[in-house]
């Protein structure tokens, strides 16, 4: 059992140092093989009113075209240092959301949300998420906005996502009925339904984002453009400043409130930046041993 007392605290800013090097090598590897990505939602938002992290965030997104997405999981996997980084793979028993980590070894980052899903990586990441085809009718992208919140709703259920509201247990005991062996894959088809369509829009699903900011049209998401992050350039929409008007709303290069920074999700409930988190579970994968 590891004793908290003793363990070192790690800030955001040593996790948004750690990540740095983990963005630099996935540029890399994208310019190398010409496959365009976007950073997306906070991480937009940083790059563009902080040049570089949001100060209390411990993540990073990005996003790609289906096309893309799936080409750079197919030679990330082949070229990937294996010393380093493992891929956690989308729609698995392990991983059942709709997005592809990449995870550093040797590194452990536990937060609380997923804390009791022992099957998955729980290390420094990546997210990389899928820009999926949206229909131009607002029905039809709010049906495919449902069918992907239930595939969303359910995933967490797999991972005994932990909650005190009553309406969020009966909505994720439910998700367990309505998705199932038979539904699931019905529901996956839909939301995949106009892939290769040439529609006005991408739909941005399985993130935090309400229906109203899924919808993104091509022309704002447009040719990466890249901007400063840090100490390096990073690619964003070519219309980046209105998506994150859209997003954020009209304000959104103002610094926010005290009350909202503290309603940022947390990725970070406990960290070891120099240890593996298979040090910190019991050897049953059943229990944390911190």
Same mark, same amino acid.
Request: with cysteine; aromatic share 12%; net charge negative.
């Given at each position: 059992?590891?004793?908290?007392?003793?363990?070192?605290?790690?800030?955001?800013?040593?996790?948004?140092?750690? =990540?740095?090097? $983990? =963005? !630099?090598? %996935?540029?890399?590897?994208?310019? !190398?093989?010409? %496959? /365009?990505?976007?950073? $997306?939602?906070?991480?937009?938002?940083?790059?563009?009113?902080?040049?570089?992290? %949001?100060?209390?965030? /411990?993540?990073? /997104? =990005?996003? $790609?075209?289906?096309?893309?997405?799936?080409?750079? =999981?197919?030679?990330?996997?082949?070229?990937? /240092?294996?010393?380093?980084?493992?891929?956690?793979?989308e729609n698995t028993k392990e991983w059942p959301l709709f997005l592809t980590r990449v995870c550093l070894k040797g590194t452990t980052m536990v937060s609380n949300e997923f804390k009791y899903n022992f099957k998955q990586h729980h290390t420094v990441f990546v997210d990389i998420k899928h820009l999926f085809i949206a229909p131009n009718g607002k029905m039809a992208h709010w049906i495919q906005y449902m069918a992907s919140q239930l595939l969303r709703v359910n995933a967490l259920a797999i991972c005994n996502f932990p909650t005190k509201s009553l309406l969020k247990k009966i909505a994720l005991k439910t998700s367990k009925i309505v998705v199932n062996h038979l539904t699931r894959p019905l529901l996956i088809t839909y939301i995949n339904k106009y892939e290769g369509a040439s529609t006005k829009y991408f739909g941005y699903y399985f993130g935090r984002e309400r229906y109203k900011h899924t919808g993104i049209s091509r022309d704002i998401v447009g040719k990466p453009r890249y901007v400063e992050f840090e100490d390096t350039l990073l690619p964003v929409f070519e219309k980046v400043e209105e998506y994150l008007e859209r997003r954020f709303g009209d304000k959104w290069m103002e610094m926010p409130s005290q009350e909202v920074k503290s309603q940022y999700p947390s990725h970070s409930d406990f960290v070891d930046l120099e240890k593996d988190y298979t040090k910190y579970l019991n050897e049953d994968r059943t229990k944390w041993l911190y």
């Open positions: 059992m590891v004793n908290k007392r003793e363990h070192r605290a790690y800030s955001k800013q040593d996790i948004q140092k750690t =990540i740095l090097p $983990m =963005i !630099k090598d %996935i540029d890399r590897f994208c310019k !190398k093989h010409e %496959i /365009d990505y976007y950073l $997306m939602s906070g991480s937009a938002l940083g790059a563009m009113r902080h040049r570089g992290f %949001i100060p209390w965030d /411990d993540d990073l /997104d =990005i996003a $790609m075209t289906k096309e893309n997405y799936e080409k750079f =999981i197919e030679l990330f996997d082949q070229e990937k /240092d294996e010393s380093k980084y493992l891929l956690q793979y």
